[in-house]
T-cell receptor, first 113, second 110 residues
C-alpha cells in the first residue's frame, strides 16, 4: 500500500525551464517535508509545512518554492533549474503526535540538461 | 555548529555481524534515528533512540550514549539485501530539526 507517493520518479528538464515535482500521502499526516539529496550526501531539508504553515530553511534558495493546496498534496516548484539542482528530491510526512518519525516517499530524481 | 560523523564505507561478510558507528555534536538533542537507504530509493526508518541504552528489533539493534554523543547500529546475521547506505540522523539544534549524516555505504560479500 503506497503511503507517500511521488510523481514522477524521474524528471528531465532543461536549464532554466520551470519544473514541478509532486507528492501525495494517504496517511493524513499534517506535517510534510521536502528534502534535496545529492549523490553520496545527506538529505538536506528545503522546507516543511506544519498544516498550512510554511517553514522555509534559511539556506534554501529562492529558486525553490512550495505549495500545499490540501492535507494530501504538496508540490515543489523549481522556477529556473540550474545544473546544480540535479538531485534526488524526497518528500516525507509525519504526524504531529509522532513528529519525530518521518515516512519518506520513493523520491523523484531530477536531471537538468 | 552541528555535525554528524559516520564512516563512509564498510564491508562485511554474509552471515556475520557489523557495527556502524555515529558520533554527533548538536546544540540540543531530542533523539537519534537510523535509516536504511538502498541505491536510488528513499530512506526507510530503522530505529529511534532518545534514552541511553540498547534498542533491539530483530536482526538490528541501535545503541545510544548521550553523554558521549555516540550511537551505533548493529546488524546481525547479515544478508545480501542488507547492502545499502545507513544514515544516522539527529533531532537537535535550536529548532529541533532532523539533521542527517552522509551515510555509511555497507557492502556485503558472499
Amino acid at each position: 500500500d503506497a503511503m507517500v507517493i511521488q510523481n514522477p520518479r524521474y524528471q528531465v528538464t532543461q536549464f532554466g525551464k520551470p519544473v514541478t515535482l509532486s507528492c501525495s500521502q494517504t496517511l493524513n499526516h499534517n506535517v510534510m517535508y521536502w528534502y534535496q539529496q545529492k549523490s553520496s550526501q545527506a538529505p538536506k531539508l528545503l522546507f516543511h509545512y506544519y498544516d498550512k504553515d510554511f517553514n522555509n530553511e534559511a539556506d534554501t534558495p529562492d529558486n525553490f518554492q512550495s505549495r500545499r493546496p490540501n492535507t494530501s498534496f504538496c508540490f515543489l516548484d523549481i522556477r529556473s533549474p540550474g545544473l546544480g539542482d540535479a538531485a534526488m528530491y524526497l518528500c516525507a510526512t509525519s504526524s504531529s503526535q509522532d513528529v519525530e518519525t518521518q515516512y519518506f516517499g520513493p523520491g523523484t530524481r531530477l536531471l537538468v540538461l | 555548529g552541528q555535525n554528524i560523523d559516520q564512516p563512509t564505507e564498510m564491508t562485511a561478510t554474509e552471515g556475520a555481524i557489523v557495527q556502524i558507528n555515529c558520533t554527533y555534536q548538536t546544540s540540543g538533542f531530542n533523539g537519534l534515528f537510523w535509516y536504511q537507504q538502498h541505491a536510488g530509493e528513499a530512506p526507510t526508518f530503522l530505529s529511534y533512540n532518545v534514552l541511553d541504552g540498547l534498542e533491539e528489533k530483530g536482526r538490528f539493534s541501535s545503541f545510544l550514549s548521550r553523554s558521549k554523543g555516540y550511537s551505533y547500529l548493529l546488524l546481525k546475521e547479515l544478508q545480501m539485501k542488507d547492502s545499502a547506505s545507513y544514515l544516522c540522523a539527529v533531532i537537535g539544534g535550536r529548532d529541533d530539526k532532523i539533521i542527517f549524516g552522509k551515510g555509511t555505504r555497507l557492502h556485503i560479500l558472499p
